[in-house]
């Protein structure tokens, strides 16, 4: 429902933060990982999850839509919450995390306080197949300009292409032209759409 919010930072703690936007104060839940790379200024913006339970909604925020998408596969285990999801992405990254996952790595998942052996190994059956499917493990290592992929992943799920199929092939584009700009970019990607 909400995607992201942009707006002015009014108060920022480790584990929520709250962002002004159009004259209204969101109480957004972060993880230890998006409080650190928050910028102490004034503009912030944050990749949103909305949560709502019988009684209860809730407004996660995170730095990157890659941290976003992690805690939702995360949320949908049984017997893994919103707050266990944060707390395992305050104690690891994003990349980690997906790491774990993908090499059957149970003793590092039941090193975060309040997983153990039968939830690690329940993340890991659940998702490892969902982690491979959704992020190529050479994907997620390489850093790309994330605005001009941002705007162009955008601009593609707009036009009605799925982000799975759009987000391979401009990862796919950056790699062999790092400095290409947005317009040559989705040019190429429709071109191998």
Do not use: C, W
């Given at each position: ?6 707006g ?28 650190a ?42 017997g ?33 306080k ?7 190994q ?27 992929k941002?705007e ?17 092939i ?21 071109k191998?759409l």
């Amino acid at each position: 429902m909400i995607t992201h919010i942009s707006g002015k930072l009014v108060e920022k703690n480790p584990t929520y933060v709250i962002v002004e936007a159009g004259g209204i104060g969101y109480y957004i839940h972060i993880s230890l990982q998006t409080y650190a790379e928050i910028p102490d200024v004034e503009a912030v913006k944050l990749y949103t999850y909305f949560h709502v339970r019988e009684d209860a909604q809730s407004l996660y925020g995170f730095s990157t839509q890659m941290e976003r998408e992690v805690f939702k596969l995360l949320i949908s285990v049984s017997g893994v919450g919103t707050a266990t999801a944060r707390i395992m992405l305050s104690s690891l990254n994003s990349k980690e995390i997906q790491q774990a996952i993908t090499q059957d790595d149970a003793a590092l998942l039941k090193s975060i306080k309040g997983i153990g052996a039968k939830t690690a190994q329940r993340i890991i059956i659940e998702l490892r197949d969902k982690m491979l499917k959704t992020y190529d493990m050479d994907e997620i290592s390489s850093p790309t300009d994330n605005t001009i992929k941002e705007e162009a992943l955008s601009a593609l799920d707009v036009l009605g292409f799925s982000r799975k199929q759009t987000q391979r092939i401009v990862d796919k584009i950056l790699r062999e032209n790092p400095s290409m700009d947005i317009e040559g970019l989705i040019k190429n990607a429709l071109k191998n759409l």
